[in-house]
């Protein structure tokens, strides 16, 4: 069955950086672009940045670009998302999750999975 | 950015009713909207995307509608594993964007 395992939060100082793993099952990794989401507490979603199947493309949310950047391994089906000059307000839960990649774009997120929870704190 | 609008932000409702969520963009969208399902504590659930196709087992009570920049979600006859928050969200155009959620409460 699909699976999609989030790793790698945990507590970081301001200013530090933290690599977050998303590990990939159960479907043909190379046919899914890969999402990242976060929530922080209490608040809404908010979309974070997308990887292409292929890894051709690659779009940021702008209140992370420029700190944050996506990247994937087809031969161990993972999606990392390197996390610098991390701030407060970047504390949440990041969701990755996979979106189907065809026709030359890649569409809605449609797989989740559980999420790894981040706290920015001094 | 495409702004994305949900109404009403929470309703209560009881077991068996039907309730409609509202969801606007800014801008013409084609019909790249999908909508999501929120228990608490829980990661989100697909439901819908292209504005109406249900995604894979999911129950047939979940139904969308809209076109352009006006979209509709709804369940008919509520069940205690409905009352979560709902969100919508556009993947026409990047940064994708999503709605503000709409807190379904008993």
């Known amino acids: 069955q699909v699976q999609l395992v989030e790793s790698g939060g945990g507590v970081v100082q301001p200013g530090r950086s933290l690599r977050l793993s998303c590990a990939a099952s159960?479907?043909?990794?190379?046919?899914?672009?890969i999402h990242w989401v976060r929530q922080a507490p209490g608040k809404g979603l908010e979309w974070v940045t997308l990887?292409?199947?292929?890894?051709?493309?690659?779009y940021y949310a702008d209140s992370v670009k420029g700190r944050f950047t996506i990247s994937r391994d087809d031969s161990k089906n993972t999606v990392s998302l390197q996390m610098d000059s991390l701030r407060v307000e970047d504390t949440a839960v990041y969701y990755c999750?996979?979106?189907?990649?065809?026709?030359?774009?890649?569409?809605?997120?449609?797989?989740w999975g559980q999420g790894t929870r981040v706290t920015v704190s001094s | 950015d495409i702004q994305m609008t949900q109404s009403p932000s929470s309703l209560s409702a009881s077991v068996g009713d039907r309730v409609t969520i509202t969801c606007r963009a800014s801008?013409?969208?084609?019909?790249?909207l999908a909508w999501f399902q929120q228990r608490p504590g829980k990661a989100p659930k697909s439901l819908i995307y292209?504005?109406?196709t249900l995604q894979s087992g999911v129950p047939s009570k979940f139904s969308g509608t809209g076109s352009g920049t006006d979209f509709t979600l709804t369940i008919s006859s509520l069940q205690p594993e409905d009352f979560a928050t709902y969100y919508c969200?556009?993947?026409?155009?990047?940064?994708?964007?999503f709605g503000g959620g709409t807190k379904v409460e008993i």
């Open positions: 999750a996979r979106a189907y990649c065809g026709g030359g774009r890649c569409y809605e997120p449609n797989y």
């Open positions: 159960g479907f043909i990794f190379s046919t899914y672009g």
């Open positions: 990887i292409w199947n292929d890894g051709s493309n690659k």
């Open positions: 801008q013409d969208i084609n019909n790249k």
């Open positions: 292209g504005a109406s």
């Open positions: 969200q556009q993947y026409e155009r990047y940064p994708l964007t």
